[in-house]
């Protein structure tokens, strides 16, 4: 029975990769707001992981198992291992804050690339690409400006206009 209990819990990591995988695969470059999920979730990742799965094994120690499994396969891709290990664990809610912090530092960073045009563009493209993520954040800035000085939501959420009460 716990055989069949932990093969459930990698099953459902790996149908997670997997999904994330395709979601990952079928989006547009300039699209992306995360680099590209390259971890797969197949009939092979999940075999692998069975192998190694006994029936004495703790939760903690079947955890070990399937991130040895991933790690290995992130080291055999030539980029972004790093991202896809973190992803991972973003896909299976084991982020600690450390690695959070990371995660949303490599998320900006690839947005921040892809939206000015990536290292190897023309330093003129990138230039003006840099002009007009300005203009979008100045014009983000002016919305939120605007929405919080107008009289309509002030009055619409009382609580708002003053602090709160103990």
């Known amino acids: 029975m716990a055989v069949l209990r932990h093969l459930l819990t990698a099953r459902t990591t790996v149908l997670a990769v997997n999904a994330a995988y395709i979601a990952s695969a079928g989006q547009d470059d300039?699209?992306?707001?995360?680099?590209?999920?390259?971890l797969q979730?197949?009939?092979r990742d999940m075999n692998k992981i069975a192998a190694r799965i006994d029936p004495?094994?703790?939760?903690?120690?079947?955890a070990a198992v399937i991130d040895d499994h991933?790690?290995?396969?992130a080291q055999t891709l030539t980029t972004g291992a790093e991202s896809n290990l973190l992803k991972l664990a973003e896909l299976r809610g084991t982020l600690t804050p450390a690695q959070a912090d990371?995660?949303?530092e490599i998320k900006a960073t690839h947005v921040r690339t892809s939206t000015l045009g990536g290292p190897d563009e023309d330093p003129l493209?990138?230039?003006v690409a840099a002009l007009g993520l300005l203009a979008d954040r100045v014009a983000a800035v002016e919305?939120?400006?605007t929405r919080a000085a107008d009289p309509r939501n002030a009055l619409a959420n009382p609580a708002a206009r003053h602090a709160q009460r103990p």
């Open 41 to 43: 979730g197949s009939y």
């Open 70 to 73: 991933y790690t290995g396969e």
């Open 102 to 104: 990371r995660w949303a």
């Open 56 to 62: 004495a094994m703790n939760d903690a120690e079947l």
């Open 143 to 145: 919305s939120a400006i």
């Open 30 to 38: 300039a699209n992306r707001t995360e680099p590209p999920f390259r």
């Open 125 to 127: 493209i990138r230039a």
